[in-house]
Nanobody, 127 residues
Framework: QVHLVESGGGLVQSGGSLRLSCVASGRTLSTTPVAWFRQAPGKEREFVAIITWSDSSTDYSDSVKGRFTISRDNAKSTVHLQMNSLKPEDTAVYYC????????????????????WGQGTQVTVSS
């Protein structure tokens, strides 16, 4: 079992930055890919970014590529999402997710592929 807790959300003006953190407890994330998803009101949950643990390879959605950076801290079992040049359309609840056991890289952008989720942190970008 693993418990994920996100933090770092808040209200920021357009063009600003936020850094989200996802801390895992109950189990190390040393061999687990961790992804960030987001969900805006009335919309489906969408993939934002993922980082693997084996080689720290990353993948980003087109909408955030070049603005967001995902990173990990093995010692603290933490994954960060640095969000720069934020836009009002980035407003959403942001969730971190982990797939423990049967990770399939071809399914990395699909929410149903992940079996552990945090409670989410709200990010609001004002125009």
């Amino acid at each position: 079992q693993v418990h994920l807790v996100e933090s770092g959300g808040g209200l920021v003006q357009s063009g600003g930055s936020l850094r989200l953190s996802c801390v895992a407890s109950g189990r190390t994330l040393s061999t687990t890919p961790v992804a960030w998803f987001r969900q805006a009101p009335g919309k489906e949950r969408e993939f934002v970014a993922i980082i693997t643990w084996s080689d720290s390879s990353t993948d980003y959605s087109d909408s955030v590529k070049g603005r967001f950076t995902i990173s990990r801290d093995n010692a603290k079992s933490t994954v960060h999402l640095q969000m720069n040049s934020l836009k009002p359309e980035d407003t959403a609840v942001y969730y971190c997710a982990a797939q423990i056991g049967l990770y399939n890289p071809y399914l990395r952008r699909i929410p149903d592929h992940y079996n552990y989720w945090g409670q989410g942190t709200q990010v609001t970008v004002s125009s």
